[in-house]
């Protein structure tokens, strides 16, 4: 074998090298997993972020808009296909 002809400071050296190489390959790994996992919550959070206040924003111009048809305020083809939509969805 390889490791006979070597003498104990050689075999130390290796094998303090190898457990050492060992611990870094997987710390590195440990880094990699983390990050991508931390990655993808983040943008799950970040997606959840947009999404709200996209329908926030959306919320918020339908009532306007919905409220100045209401009233008569505003005019056209956007309030007349409410008023339609409107008493299609309710029955009698």
Do not use: W
């Amino acid at each position: 074998m390889i490791f006979q002809n070597l003498s104990i400071k050689r075999k130390l050296t290796l094998i303090t090298m190898l457990t050492s190489s060992a611990a870094l390959v997987l710390s590195a790994l440990s880094f990699l997993v983390y990050d991508l996992v931390s990655f993808r919550h983040l943008l799950i959070q970040d997606l959840k972020t947009q999404s709200e206040i996209i329908g926030y924003n959306s919320a918020g111009r339908d009532g306007i808009q919905g409220r100045a048809c209401r009233n008569g305020d505003v005019g056209g083809p956007d309030c007349e296909g409410r008023r339609r939509s409107r008493r299609t969805l309710r029955p009698g």
